[in-house]
T-cell receptor, first 113, second 111 residues
Framework: NAGVMQNPRHLVRRRGQEARLRCSPM?????VYWYRQLPEEGLKFMVY????????ESGMPKERFSAEFPKEGPSILRIQQVVRGDSAAYFC???????????FGPGTRLLVL | QKEVEQDPGPLSVPEGAIVSLNCTYS??????FMWYRQYSRKGPELLMY????GNKEDGRFTAQVDKSSKYISLFIRDSQPSDSATYLC???????????FGTGTQLKVEL
């Protein structure tokens, strides 16, 4: 059973460009979460999605960030007009319906030049 | 004040030692408590998951939750060099969906 998959693993963008991060949850999992880990800081919740629905986006910055989890295909975290402060590791996690345990992917490390 | 406090370490112990890792928290609504292990430049790996107060054992790992003191612990027996990693505590409120993490404790087990 494959774990949570994320791609790309590393992403380099110049200021002002767009970053698209993809996450495929574990098989049988219908809940997806995105977290951000800044250097020397803990993981911070960003958004929680189920298929075609954003359930909780209380941790998402109000501007430039968006997330989706379409009926078909992976969940996407999109960052428009990236700035240097967006440089971080972005982790996706998934859980099955009705379960509290969240399983994390390997992360995407975004570097903004 | 952070909702979850965790000593960042680093903590260095000899192989075979018993390791104690701890977190304190302030939100009494937390009901689910997890420990994750994160190797350098990897994703967090779920180690232990506990609901409410009490102990849970899995091999060399024991998780303890004391809700009255708002204090959780992870014990590692017979520590191995392969246990060298950052250990993150995480918590969830009942019915909640977003994990609140400590900043992690860096552990090094020396030969």
């Amino acid at each position: 059973n494959a774990g949570v998959m994320q791609n790309p693993r590393h992403l380099v963008r110049r200021r002002g460009q767009e970053a698209r991060l993809r996450c495929s949850p574990m098989k049988g999992h219908s809940h997806v979460y995105w977290y951000r880990q800044l250097p020397e800081e803990g993981l911070k919740f960003m958004v929680y999605l189920q298929k075609e629905n954003i359930i909780d986006e209380s941790g998402m910055p109000k501007e430039r960030f968006s997330a989706e989890f379409p009926k078909e295909g992976p969940s996407i975290l999109r960052i428009q007009q990236v700035v240097r402060g967006d440089s971080a590791a972005y982790f996706c996690a998934s859980s099955p319906e009705g379960r509290e345990t969240q399983y994390f992917g390997p992360g995407t490390r975004l570097l903004v030049l | 004040q952070k909702e979850v406090e965790q000593d960042p370490g680093p903590l260095s112990v000899p192989e075979g030692a018993i390791v104690s890792l701890n977190c304190t928290y302030s939100n009494s609504a937390f009901q689910y408590f997890m420990w994750y292990r994160q190797y350098s430049r990897k994703g967090p790996e779920l180690l232990m998951y506990t609901y409410s107060s009490g102990n849970k054992e899995d091999g060399r790992f024991t998780a303890q939750v004391d809700k009255s003191s708002k204090y959780i612990s992870l014990f590692i027996r017979d520590s191995q060099p392969s246990d060298s990693a950052t250990y993150l505590c995480a918590m969830l409120t009942g019915g909640g969906n977003k994990l609140t993490f400590g900043t992690g404790t860096q552990l090094k087990v020396e030969l």
